[in-house]
């Protein structure tokens, strides 16, 4: 019997803690921070996660007192969080699903979608975060996108092969300035900007 029990025990605390993290990010409206769901999506699940909680909480009645303090301390937690949207990290482009993105390298990239042959042999002008080459794999220049949450953070950009030989440290801001090329690597095709010149932002 007490077996049986012990889940209820570690499940019910945690429940009653994100019900009521979720009612206060969704009562707060810190759901448009944290997600690109719609709010009365959050709201439903916030409401079922509070149902299911009373649900299971009403069975055992003994420990009331330690569930409705883990449902104060969600609510204290959401009050916690920042009133407005959290800087991203430096270099990263963040997007809802479906928007587009400003700069230089993305409208680059934009015009190798459209029409690559056009692009090629043309010297192209981009700025973004430096990554030196290291193991067999060429320097870039890229910048980073999220379009949803941290998890999703991809970086996009294109490989470089410097004219000189001296370049900046790995993640300073850079303009590099090369001729544009592709390269078959690995089984796919890899853009490059080759003889090109790369310049440290301040």
Same mark, same amino acid.
């Given at each position: 019997? =007490? @077996? #049986?029990? +012990?889940?209820?025990?570690?499940?019910?605390?945690?429940?009653?803690? @994100?019900?009521?993290? $979720?009612?206060?990010?969704c009562a707060?409206?810190?759901?448009?921070?944290? &997600?690109?769901?719609?709010?009365?999506?959050? /709201? $439903? !699940?916030a409401a079922f996660f509070l #149902? !299911?909680? $009373? /649900?299971t909480a009403l069975e055992e009645s003994a420990l009331w007192r330690k569930q409705l303090a883990s449902f104060a301390?969600?609510?204290?937690? /959401? #009050? *916690?969080?920042?009133?407005?949207?959290?800087?991203?990290?430096?270099g990263v482009v963040t997007a809802s699903v479906g928007g587009r993105f400003a700069g230089d390298l993305f409208a680059a990239l934009d015009r190798i979608d459209r029409d690559? *042959? =056009? !692009? #090629?042999?043309?010297?192209?002008?981009v700025s973004g975060a430096w990554t030196p080459a290291s193991g067999g794999q060429a320097a870039?220049? @890229? +910048?980073?996108?999220?379009?949803?949450?941290?998890?999703d953070t991809?970086?996009? /950009?294109?490989?470089? $092969? *410097?004219?000189? +030989? &001296? &370049?900046?440290?790995?993640g300073s801001n850079v303009v590099v300035s090369g001729t544009l090329r592709a390269q078959m690597r690995n089984g796919e095709v890899r853009y490059?900007?080759?003889? *090109?010149?790369?310049?440290?932002?301040p």
């Open positions: 019997m =007490s @077996s #049986l029990a +012990r889940p209820h025990k570690v499940r019910n605390p945690l429940l009653a803690c @994100s019900a009521g993290l $979720l009612l206060c990010c707060r409206g810190l759901d448009q921070y944290l &997600t690109i769901g719609a709010r009365w999506f959050e /709201g $439903l !699940v #149902l !299911v909680w $009373l /649900g301390m969600g609510l204290l937690a /959401g #009050l *916690a969080l920042p009133n407005g949207p959290i800087d991203p990290p430096r690559p *042959a =056009s !692009v #090629l042999g043309t010297t192209l002008t870039t220049v @890229s +910048r980073r996108i999220m379009a949803c949450c941290a998890a991809i970086a996009v /950009g294109f490989d470089v $092969l *410097a004219a000189q +030989r &001296t &370049t900046p440290p790995a490059e900007l080759a003889h *090109a010149a790369v310049r440290r932002l």
